[in-house]
């Protein structure tokens, strides 16, 4: 059974800095992309970034030049560093991974995280 547990979420000020980490775990023989999504209330889900298993990086143009993510392959572990955070980047964050598993390939979202930025 894979699991994606996140981590990090809270409230911040705005102009404030938060790290989100997701770690996978269970019966994982490999993976490829790992990334961020968010939903904001009323609003559809979207891309935040994603990072490949060779290190390519994509992002949102909203957080391009504030938002960094990386991955640790040896712990199966994805992190999002946000920075200058913005009242409108307040949402809830969840960490996906397409991974290999008992069921093949296959993509997995975690819990999900709430990230409240006040003006």
């Known amino acids: 059974q894979v699991q994606l547990v996140e981590s990090g979420g809270g409230l911040v000020q705005a102009g404030g800095s938060l790290r989100l980490s997701c770690a996978a775990s269970g019966s994982i023989f490999g993976i490829s992309v790992m990334g961020w999504h968010r939903q904001a209330p009323g609003k559809q889900r979207e891309l935040v970034a994603h990072?490949?298993?060779?290190?390519?990086?994509n992002y949102a143009d909203s957080v391009k030049g504030r938002f960094i993510i990386s991955r640790d392959n040896a712990e199966n572990t994805v992190y999002l560093q946000m920075n200058s955070l913005e009242p409108e980047d307040t949402a809830v964050y969840y960490c996906?991974?397409?991974?290999?598993?008992?069921?093949?390939?296959?993509?997995?979202w975690g819990q999900g995280t709430q990230v409240t930025v006040s003006s």
């Open positions: 996906n991974s397409r991974l290999y598993g008992s069921s093949g390939w296959r993509d997995y």
């Open positions: 990072i490949t298993s060779g290190g390519n990086t």
